[in-house]
């Protein structure tokens, strides 16, 4: 038996410290925007490399307020990727904007800034470049996008860049952390994440200061001082049980990290006889590996076959969001989007987390390889580079 996670693997590690940390709040007896909060705040921008650090209820929200901070609103579109959690798209749509799709790099599986370009100039020829706002990349997978060509296209056409690095916590590009790229970058501190509550929690980093007291007004019902509301915010904080949860953990997030580029590293090598896709890593980033995916054409039966043998897979994401009935209004059709959806088709993740054993990651490649080695399934394994 391999599982997908275990979280309790990492908590006993820290058990003592956790439980210190978090009799210290109920000591205090503050639990909402306390000393706790605030002091996770600064930790965490200053990790980030900016100067500004706004917790909240959950990378959704982080999203969600980082977009109504940058001006997104009523009928704006906010370009994307369809291949990611649905957040990415919802947090767009509750400003009142419109997510607008670009395909991906089929090795990265984030936003191509090829196709990128190849929208915004076919949407200028339209003459309807005037509804667009805000490019919303995700370092998806815990890689970050391409960075400096999304900046500059966005700088190009003047739109603002906010960067979804919830699956990215200490990702670099070109020796900058992920959440320092754009003018906002957005996280969540969900169980599962490199740097994960227990419960929910989110957090927005940003470099400007009037983007920062935006945010502070809009978690916190538009208040700028105690029942004087100067804009319709809403009630989204991190608590400060979350946030001492998480200073604690913080302290560990780049010995977690390097162990997690370790193991993807010996999950590679393992696999290299294997007919699967594995991660790529550009030379410019540091891929942080929040989880290791390999794709292949025989993906469904491979994973029932891994799950009957007692190794749990998932799958991130089968569906991609523009296929979703949530978003059928936008009427996108089958093969608008050929990488995303090639990708949604053949993607599998693998059991991985920074305490995953050796011989459990030789235990799950070695199924894998017998998989493939089962009659009539040595043929079409191997696909190279994804086309």
């Known amino acids: 038996m391999v599982p997908f996670l275990d979280l309790q693997r990492q908590y006993k590690q820290i058990e003592e410290e956790i439980l210190?940390?978090?009799?210290?709040?109920?000591?205090?007896?503050?639990?909402?925007?306390?000393?706790?909060?605030?002091?996770?705040?600064?930790?965490?921008?200053?990790?980030?490399?900016?100067?500004?650090?706004?917790?909240?209820?959950?990378?959704?929200?982080?999203?969600?307020?980082?977009?109504?901070?940058?001006?997104?609103?009523?009928?704006?579109?906010?370009?994307?990727?369809?291949?990611?959690?649905?957040?990415?798209?919802?947090?767009?749509?509750?400003?009142?904007?419109?997510?607008?799709?670009?395909?991906?790099?089929?090795?990265?599986?984030?936003?191509?800034?090829?196709?990128?370009?190849h929208f915004l100039r076919s949407r200028d020829r339209k003459g309807r470049r005037r509804t667009l706002k805000a490019i919303l990349p995700v370092h998806l997978y815990g890689q970050p996008a391409e960075m400096s060509a999304i900046r500059e296209i966005a700088d190009r056409y003047q739109l603002v860049v906010v960067e979804d690095a919830c699956q990215a916590h200490g990702a670099e590009y070109r020796g900058k952390k992920s959440g320092s790229l754009g003018s906002l970058g957005c996280f969540s501190f969900y169980p599962t994440k490199n740097l994960g509550a227990y419960g929910d929690g989110g957090m927005v980093v940003t470099d400007q200061k009037d983007l920062q007291e935006q945010l502070r007004l809009l978690r916190c019902y538009g208040e700028k001082k105690k029942y004087h509301h100067v804009l319709k915010g809403t009630n989204s904080r991190?608590?400060?049980?979350?946030?001492?949860?998480?200073?604690?953990?913080?302290?560990?997030?780049?010995?977690?990290?390097?162990?997690?580029?370790?193991?993807?590293?010996?999950?590679?090598?393992?696999?290299?006889?294997?007919?699967?896709?594995?991660p790529v890593e550009r030379e410019d980033v540091r891929h942080v590996y929040h989880l290791y995916v390999i794709r292949t054409q025989k993906r469904?039966?491979?994973?029932?076959?891994?799950?009957?043998?007692?190794?749990?897979?998932?799958?991130?994401?089968?569906?991609?969001?523009?296929?979703?009935?949530?978003?059928?209004?936008?009427?996108?059709?089958k093969g608008d989007l050929p990488q995303t959806e090639k990708s949604c088709r053949e993607v599998l993740s693998l059991p991985f987390f920074a305490e995953i054993t050796d011989s459990e990651m030789e235990a799950v490649v070695e199924t894998i390889q017998s998989f493939f080695a089962l009659p009539g399934r040595k043929a079409g394994g191997r696909q190279g580079k994804p086309s």
């Open 238 to 278: 991190l608590d400060e049980l979350q946030a001492a949860i998480l200073r604690v953990k913080l302290k560990y997030l780049d010995q977690w990290n390097a162990e997690r580029r370790r193991k993807a590293q010996i999950y590679t090598t393992l696999l290299s006889r294997v007919d699967v896709v594995k």
């Open 20 to 117: 210190s940390a978090t009799r210290k709040v109920y000591e205090k007896g503050r639990f909402v925007l306390g000393e706790e909060v605030s002091a996770f705040e600064q930790e965490f921008a200053q990790y980030c490399g900016v100067r500004y650090g706004v917790a909240v209820g959950s990378g959704t929200d982080a999203l969600h307020l980082a977009l109504r901070a940058a001006g997104v609103g009523e009928g704006d579109e906010v370009i994307t990727v369809a291949h990611s959690f649905i957040a990415s798209a919802l947090a767009i749509s509750f400003t009142g904007g419109i997510p607008v799709f670009v395909d991906v790099d089929p090795e990265t599986y984030t936003m191509d800034p090829e196709a990128l370009e």
């Open 300 to 333: 469904n039966r491979l994973q029932t076959f891994l799950q009957e043998q007692g190794i749990g897979t998932l799958i991130h994401y089968p569906i991609p969001i523009h296929h979703q009935r949530a978003y059928q209004e936008l009427g996108y059709l």
